[in-house]
């Protein structure tokens, strides 16, 4: 579509279905281990949550998203669950859960938990069980498979898969003489959905929760219970390495949504609960319409990944892309999915940020602005922002986004960084290199741009040591630069990343016709350092105009819609802008490094 292309206001309220509340509401992710610890041990846990309610209700948020808690050997941050009907011990009690739930439900909010039904951890019951015998009743439970052999006669896996976190996505059991699949690490064995009795097990602990009054989930990985038939050989893209990135063999299986289908009808349709799923590499768009769309009811919305992937290369977070991203491809991602979603009658969640994701003020905007400059961060930290919460759909806020957190220094040793994932793909390389770490250069940057890590350095409340996330030894290193950036400092500053998070999320609650429920027009697509676009329903409209450069630029209205969007150029009509003051002359608008106004009438 060009400039000026959009869906029909009129058509509006038919495409969005029916309003409903998890579509208004704002979702605050939180990583427990790093949120706020209470018992000085160094570890954030659910007391600690509990202590900062009253935080998050000042902030705007309506949801709590929350990472595992549940009892976990703790190899993937509690992605490697052992028993979803308990709580890990460093985390707290389920009498502590309990008052997590009544705490929020008691200030309005609610709380989503995180489900993860993919894989579980190998010191789950059901997978001891699984890897005792052949025989054993829930041997079914997880993917087994018999070992090749190639023509040296040397034991294979049974196919040439690459695990997400490195090395092959097969690991050999001794005492049974067969190979389990993982697509992540070896301790997360996969479980077989085709298996009826899989099934029933994770409807009834899904039910175990939604009777605790939760109020939804998001689902981890969730196109990857059903996997393509046979399990056959991924396509050769690195020649020289035994294994293959699989993704698209490993998701979005023939028995997807008959699963998804089954979920809905057997569980999510006796709650009034919403649902998020995370399905990484997804591409078919008919695919996310069978999901998302209101006709189907599978799921509420999923997370997509094109912004967030858009600076990976073909071997994942740890490469980078043949050609580095610029403001074109991030128009055009965002274009697409908004309208797409609006004109399909699908959902959108908007994120930036999450504990699998950097921190978006060094990842978009770059360490060379924002490590040194701390009025430039601020700015950016508002404009990102500003693009974010303009958009249609649900919208997302990670721990520390608010705050304006940015990603681990460069000085930092990689001792300090604690995920499985670099550490295995750190380990890797130099032992490739022979222990040289000249030569892993290039992954070293990429690691310090991209790795899960820099989501998951504490919270920093206060100036206090480690920043007031704990009095003991924090299990992660706080980000040097507490002092200057957190909390306490910034809840009584107007002019804050912080104060400026709560505008927003209001803003969008006052005018939710626009900004949720709105339709969605991108402007002046070839511009290389202005993103603009237009929100609007019925009579009621908005411009967001947003600088992504550290120089002053001009955006002038497109010819032929003069009259039409020059009226929004009025001091009157901005309702939010990260300077004192905005300098229009006519129909152009003269913005300042990383400027964002919304003009609103």
Known sequence: MGIGSSTKSGDVDEMRAKRRWWKEASIYQIYPSSFKDSNDDGIGDIPGINSKLDYLKELGVDIVWLSPVYKSPGKDMGYDISDYRAINPIYGTMEDADNLIKGLHDRGMKLVMDLVVNHTSDQHDWFIESRSSKTNPKRDWYVWKDPKYDENGNRQP??????????????????????????????????????????????????????????????????????????????????????????????????????????????????????????????????????????????????????????????????????????????????????????????????????????????????????????????????????????????????????????????????????????????????????????????????????????????????????????????????????????????????????????????????KDVFIYGDFELLSREHDKVVAYRRFYEKQQALILLNFSNTPTEWTVPKGREGEIQSLFNDAQVLLKNYDDVQIDGCLAKLREFEAIVFYA
């Not at 009025?375 to 303009?390: D, F, V």
């Open 158 to 511: 049974p196919n040439n898969w690459g695990s997400v976190f490195g090395g092959p996505a097969w690991s050999y059991d001794e005492a049974t003489g067969q190979y389990y699949l993982h697509c992540f690490a070896p301790e997360q064995p996969d479980l077989d959905w085709n298996h009826d009795p899989v099934r029933e097990a994770v409807h009834d602990l899904m039910k175990f929760w939604l009777d605790k009054s939760v109020d939804g989930f998001r689902m981890d990985v969730i196109n990857m219970i059903s996997k393509t038939p046979g399990l056959p050989d991924a396509p050769v893209v690195f020649p020289d390495q035994p294994w293959q990135p699989a993704d698209q063999l490993f998701i979005n299986g023939p028995r997807l949504h008959e699963f998804l289908k089954d979920l809905r009808e057997k569980v999510l349709s006796k709650y009034d609960i919403m649902t998020v799923g995370e399905m990484p590499w997804l591409k078919d768009r008919d695919e996310v319409l069978k999901v998302v769309g209101a006709d189907r009811g599978e799921l509420d919305m999923i997370f997509q990944f094109d912004l967030i992937n858009m600076d990976f290369g073909k071997d994942g977070r740890f490469t980078s892309p043949n050609k580095p991203w610029d403001l074109h491809q991030l128009k055009a991602i965002l274009e697409d999915w908004q309208l797409f979603m609006i004109e399909n009658s699908g959902w959108n969640s908007v994120c930036i940020e999450s504990h699998d994701q950097p921190r978006s003020v060094t990842r978009f905007i770059g360490r060379e602005i924002t490590d040194n400059n701390d009025i430039n961060r601020l700015r950016a930290a508002k404009m990102l922002a500003t693009l974010e919460a303009g958009q249609s759909g649900t919208i997302f806020v990670y721990q520390g986004q608010e705050l304006g957190m940015k990603n681990i220094p460069l000085d930092w040793p990689i001792s300090e960084y604690k995920d499985f994932e670099t550490q295995n793909r750190y380990k890797e390389a130099l032992k490739l290199a022979n222990g040289d770490e000249s030569k892993i250069q290039d992954l070293m940057q990429q690691i310090h741009l991209k790795a899960r890590d820099h989501a998951r350095t504490p919270i920093q409340w206060d100036a206090s040591p480690h920043g007031g996330f704990t009095t003991g030894t924090p299990w992660m290193r706080v980000n040097d630069d507490y002092r200057a950036w957190n909390a306490a400092k910034q809840i009584p500053n107007d002019d804050s990343i912080l104060s400026y998070w709560k505008s927003i999320l209001k803003v969008r609650k006052l005018h």
